[in-house]
T-cell receptor, first 111, second 113 residues
Framework: AQRVTQPEKLLSVFKGAPVELKCNYSYSGSPELFWYVQYSRQRLQLLLRHISRESIKGFTADLNKGETSFHLKKPFAQEEDSAMYYCALSGLGNQGGKLIFGQGTELSVKP | EAQVTQNPRYLITVTGKKLTVTCSQNMNHEYMSWYRQDPGLGLRQIYYSMNVEVTDKGDVPEGYKVSRKEKRNFPLILESPSPNQTSLYFC????????????FGEGSRLTVL
């Protein structure tokens, strides 16, 4: 079964500390992995996708097929990073934008 | 401005009173979808549509209906709402064979008493 697991509901760090939001997935084929972010009172938006291998707002994520993980990392957290983060998987290529979301992790960056 | 628009944004209703949440996108996207967001459960897909007149069930379709008569609109219908449908609902759209980037509406917070 396809599944995305984010084990932490809440992650609290101090400004300037490194942050890692964990994401593990279960999928038998070749998945596409994404991170979406939802800032307070804003709509969900795409943060980054693994195929782009890019860094957005200082965040990076590497797809580790051996560990079936796609953890989101940032070396120095900022207060404006406080938000809800969702890991998502797209494994059904013929269905285009069908995504399976994890439960979400709330990141709180304290001053 | 490219966007997904949902209405109403907030609604309080009573059990059994039919309601419709509208969703419209102006990006000519073929794919549209409805999600509900609940604490601890993340986003769960209710229904999705690959194109006009093509809809299919997501993970939690019970108690909901949808229609896709026009490409831009994808309304979510609750024929007989119940308290367990109290939730935050999101509509989203994307290109059919896109890279998985979904464009989301701002959400509709529904309370069923």
């Amino acid at each position: 079964a396809q599944r995305v697991t984010q084990p932490e509901k809440l992650l609290s760090v101090f400004k300037g500390a490194p942050v890692e939001l964990k994401c593990n997935y279960s999928y038998s084929g070749s998945p596409e992995l994404f991170w979406y972010v939802q800032y307070s009172r804003q709509r969900l938006q795409l943060l980054l996708r693994h195929i782009s291998r890019e860094s957005i707002k200082g965040f990076t994520a590497d797809l580790n097929k051996g560990e079936t993980s796609f953890h989101l990392k940032k070396p120095f957290a900022q207060e404006e990073d406080s938000a809800m983060y969702y890991c998502a998987l797209s494994g059904l290529g013929n269905q285009g934008g069908k995504l399976i979301f994890g439960q979400g992790t709330e990141l709180s960056v304290k001053p | 401005e490219a966007q997904v628009t949902q209405n109403p944004r907030y609604l309080i209703t009573v059990t059994g009173k039919k309601l419709t949440v509208t969703c419209s996108q102006n990006m000519n996207h073929e794919y549209m979808s409805w999600y509900r967001q609940d604490p601890g459960l993340g986003l769960r897909q209710i229904y999705y549509s690959m194109n006009v007149e093509v809809t299919d069930k997501g993970d939690v379709p019970e108690g909901y209906k949808v229609s896709r008569k026009e490409k831009r609109n994808f309304p979510l219908i609750l024929e007989s709402p119940s308290p367990n449908q109290t939730s935050l609902y999101f509509c989203a759209s994307s290109t059919r064979r896109g890279t998985g980037e979904l464009f989301f509406g701002e959400g509709s917070r529904l309370t069923v008493l």
